[in-house]
Nanobody, 120 residues
Framework: QGQAVESGGGLVQPGGSLSLSCVAS????????MAWYRQVPGAQREFIAG???????TYADSVKGRFTISRDIAKNTVTLQMNSLQSEDTAVYYC??????????????WGQGTQVTVSS
């Protein structure tokens, strides 16, 4: 069974920066990709940024130019550097890990979420 644990959330003023980290653990299956999502009350969980095991990166239009996703394979971590934060970025941010098992099936793990609040 895989696990993903986020950290780094908190309160930041508009225009500020924050860095989120996620550590994947608890499984020996190969990580296919990792991503960040966010969710606000009453809305669907929204894709923010993703990175594959081939280092292909995708960003949502809403965060292009402001957020940067990166990974450290040796440490099984993915980070999200968030700059120029605005109130609209306030949400619970979730780490997503997709693994591929020996059975060739895909397995998904979600972190518990970390709150990011952008407010003055």
């Amino acid at each position: 069974q895989g696990q993903a644990v986020e950290s780094g959330g908190g309160l930041v003023q508009p225009g500020g920066s924050l860095s989120l980290s996620c550590v994947a653990s608890g499984s020996t299956a190969s990580i296919y990709g990792m991503a960040w999502y966010r969710q606000v009350p009453g809305a669907q969980r929204e894709f923010i940024a993703g990175i594959t095991n081939g280092n292909s990166i995708t960003y949502a239009d809403s965060v292009k130019g402001r957020f940067t996703i990166s990974r450290d394979i040796a440490k099984n971590t993915v980070t999200l550097q968030m700059n120029s934060l605005q109130s609209e970025d306030t949400a619970v941010y979730y780490c997503y890990v997709r693994r591929r098992g020996r059975d060739q099936n895909f397995y998904d793990n979600w972190g518990q979420g970390t709150q990011v609040t952008v407010s003055s």
